[in-house]
C-alpha cells in the first residue's frame, strides 16, 4: 500500500499561523513530533514518520513560529510561546488522548511541559534539552541566551518536578559524542522520572547531536535499534 500523502493544515496562532502536516492511514494520530531549535523544522522527521506509517503509527508535526513554513520572527518567540503553539495544535486539530509525544532538542522541554497540561502516554525524548525556569517566559532576544549559558542553569529547571509525576512511558535516546546536551542533563531526566511505568536510555554510539542524522549515515544498525525502540513503545510492547 503506497504512503499516505501528508495533509497539510494551518493553526491561526495570534499574528501568525502554524503550518504542518499529518501523516496517517484515515484518522488515526497517535503521535505529535516536536522538532528543535537553530535551523530545524519538521522536515528533518519526514523519514521517521514514514517509517511509522508503515506501521499504523499516524504522526502530526508543525513548524514552530520562525521555523520551515510557518516562517515569521523566531527572536521574539520563547519557550512559553512555544509551549502555547503546541497546546493550540493539539486543541486544534483533536488530537486523541492519551498523547505520544517524540521530541527533540528544545522540543524536548516544550514536550515536558505538555505533561501540565495533557495526558500523555509515551514521552519519546531525543537529544533533549532542558531549562531553567528563569527562562521560560523570557524571548529569545531579550536576555534567554545568556540566562541559559550560565553554568549548570538547567539544574534550577521546573522539568525535574514534572517528570518525577510522570507516570507514563519514557524513552530517552542521546548521543554519546554530544557536545551540545550535558550529560548531566540527560541523567537528571532519567533519574527524575521515578513514577514512569517504565524508563529507557539509549546512548547512541559515536553520535553527535544530530543523532538521527549520524545514525543514518554511520551506523544503520544502530538507527534500527532505535527505530525498533520507538515502535515498541508506541505498539504498547516490551521495550527492555
Avoid at 528533518?44 to 508535526?61: C, D, N, P, Q, T
Avoid at 513554513?69 to 503546541?86: F, I
Avoid at 486543541?91 to 524536548?108: K, V
Wanted: charged residues 15%; neutral net charge.
Amino acid at each position: 500500500m503506497p504512503l499516505p500523502q501528508p495533509r497539510l493544515f494551518q493553526v491561526p496562532f495570534g499574528t501568525h499561523t502554524l503550518v504542518g502536516d499529518v501523516m496517517a492511514y484515515g484518522t488515526m494520530v497517535n503521535l505529535l513530533v516536536l522538532h528543535g531549535a537553530g535551523q530545524s523544522d519538521r522536515a528533518r522527521f519526514r523519514m521517521l514518520r514514514e517509517y511509522f506509517v508503515e506501521r499504523r503509527i499516524g504522526s502530526a508535526a508543525f513548524d514552530f513560529i520562525g521555523h520551515g513554513e510557518t516562517g515569521g520572527e523566531l527572536a521574539s518567540s520563547s519557550l512559553l510561546s512555544r509551549t502555547q503553539q503546541a497546546c493550540r495544535i493539539i486543541d486544534t486539530l483533536q488530537l486523541q488522548q492519551p498523547l505520544s509525544i517524540m521530541a527533540a532538542s528544545m522540543g524536548a522541554y516544550t514536550a515536558v511541559k505538555l505533561l501540565e497540561h495533557y495526558d500523555i502516554a509515551h514521552l519519546i525524548l531525543l537529544v533533549p534539552a532542558m531549562y531553567t525556569s528563569a527562562a521560560y517566559a523570557v524571548p529569545f532576544n531579550q536576555g534567554f541566551t545568556s540566562i541559559i549559558r550560565q553554568p549548570n542553569s538547567w539544574v534550577q529547571s521546573d522539568a525535574w518536578d514534572v517528570l518525577a509525576r510522570y507516570t507514563g512511558w519514557l524513552l530517552i535516546v542521546a548521543g554519546e559524542h554530544d557536545t551540545v546536551i550535558p550529560p548531566g542533563v540527560i541523567k537528571r531526566i532519567y533519574d527524575s522520572a521515578t513514577s514512569a511505568k517504565g524508563r529507557q536510555l539509549y546512548i547512541a554510539p559515536q553520535a553527535s547531536h544530530l543523532v538521527i542524522t549520524d545514525l543514518r549515515a554511520h551506523n544503520p544498525a544502530a538507527l534500527g535499534h532505535v527505530l525498533g525502540l520507538i515502535t515498541a513503545m508506541l505498539q504498547h510492547t516490551d521495550i527492555s
